[in-house]
């Protein structure tokens, strides 16, 4: 069983950062973890990044650049800091773990557990 707790999300300008963490606990190490969001009238997550247990990074494209995946098997802590946040970055952000790699290019080949934090919410507004 895992656990996933997020927390960090709130209210920023445009162009402002935010470092979004999330506790997990179960059977997570050394898999891959990661972080979606889900935007205003969408019901689907989008994938924005994943780190395998060796550290490998994957970013969505509208991620890279400018989001940062960070893992800490230590304090079970899996960070997502975000930097130079615009509007279209205004979602309910999740972490899931552990992810499973597909064959497909879409969502930089990963594919997302059953196991879904509440999530965290962040509004980027002027």
């Known amino acids: 069983q895992v656990q996933l707790v997020e927390s960090g999300g709130g209210d920023v300008r445009p162009g402002e950062s935010l470092r979004l963490s999330c506790v997990f606990s179960?059977?997570?190490?050394?898999?891959?973890m990661g972080w979606y969001r889900r935007t205003p009238g969408n019901q689907k997550r989008d994938f924005v990044a994943?780190?395998?247990?060796?550290?490998?990074?994957y970013f969505a494209d509208f991620a890279e650049g400018r989001f940062t995946i960070i893992r800490d098997n230590v304090a079970r802590t899996l960070h997502l800091q975000m930097n130079n946040l615009q509007s279209e970055d205004s979602a309910i952000y999740y972490c899931?773990?552990?992810?499973?790699?597909?064959?497909?290019?879409?969502?930089?080949?990963?594919?997302?557990?059953?196991?879904w934090g509440q999530g965290t919410q962040v509004m980027v507004s002027l």
């Open positions: 899931n773990a552990p992810l499973s790699p597909t064959l497909s290019p879409i969502d930089k080949g990963w594919s997302p557990s059953a196991y």
């Open positions: 179960g059977s997570v190490h050394p898999y891959t």
């Open positions: 994943a780190i395998t247990g060796g550290g490998t990074t």
